[in-house]
């Protein structure tokens, strides 16, 4: 399946098609924290935004069927499987970077200076990146 199958895209606009690919907020929630590393499936679960178990488990193999996430199973115990983002699901960070600074800077709610400026660096950090791949 191709990111522009029928089963993903309603239409040939590329924003439908992005909406259409992750379907709602807990997917982006759960790259977020995979950000950080791998996680098996009790630890996605205990996020802050309290996500059921069988959304969770209706994300995560959705994710892993669209080639964001991989599914690993643990060598020392079968029953355990872990979660990592993909090269797909880690060029996802600077769009929600972007999306977190949006409203960071776009409502009246307050947010802790050290939050925002992390925020803000690691963007700086993707965009040297870039730059510096791509110059």
């Avoid at 992005?18 to 205990?46: H, N, T, Y």
């Avoid at 972007?98 to 409203?103: F, K, P, Q």
């Avoid at 939050?115 to 990146?129: K, N, V």
Wanted: glycine fraction near 6%; hydrophobic fraction near 35%; charge should be negative.
């Amino acid at each position: 399946m191709t990111d522009h199958s029928p089963e993903i895209c309603r239409s040939e606009c590329l924003l439908n098609g992005a909406l259409e690919f992750f379907g709602d907020c807990w997917s982006l929630l759960i790259v977020r924290d995979l950000l950080q590393g791998p996680k098996q499936f009790s630890q996605i679960l205990r996020m802050e935004e309290g996500i059921s178990t069988g959304t969770l488990t209706n994300r995560l193999s959705r994710l892993v069927s669209l080639g964001v996430l991989a599914r690993q199973v643990c060598e020392n115990d079968r029953r355990a499987v872990s979660y990592e983002l993909t090269d797909k699901g880690r060029a996802l960070e600077p769009v929600l970077l972007e999306m977190a600074l949006w409203m960071a800077e776009h409502t009246d709610t307050e947010f802790p200076p050290e939050d925002l400026e992390m925020l803000h660096g690691r963007a700086r950090e993707i965009c040297q990146t870039r730059m510096n791949r791509d110059g």
